[in-house]
């Protein structure tokens, strides 16, 4: 972050803590792949085993069916989990948490 958006925030009266930009524990995208990852491979258990070109077309396949899979249900719940994980790290003062 920005010092200029670091010291406006700070005048907002937000508090900014010091932990890496990518925290995993924040970071809803790393679950989500992790969920496509695990449905691609019910659809295609053999994927590492096939040679790199026909893995990429597999996918090129399989993929819109993948996310097709993961729950709008699912997704919302992940979301619902923000309020804890934010306190958890909060709490934690930017370091691991269960998360």
Known sequence: MSKRVREWLVTQGIRVLKWPPISPD????????AWLKQEV???????HE?????ARKKLEEVLPQAW?????DKMKR???TYPRRI???LKARGWYTKY
Not at 50 to 54: A, I, Q, R, Y
Not at 68 to 72: A, F, L, P, R
């Open 26 to 33: 924040l970071n809803p995208i790393k679950i989500v792949w």
């Open 41 to 47: 491979y019910k659809l295609v258990p053999n994927l």
């Open 50 to 54: 096939l040679g790199k070109e026909d």
């Open 68 to 72: 097709e899979n993961i729950s709008w």
């Open 78 to 80: 992940l979301v619902e």
């Open 87 to 89: 306190q958890a790290v």
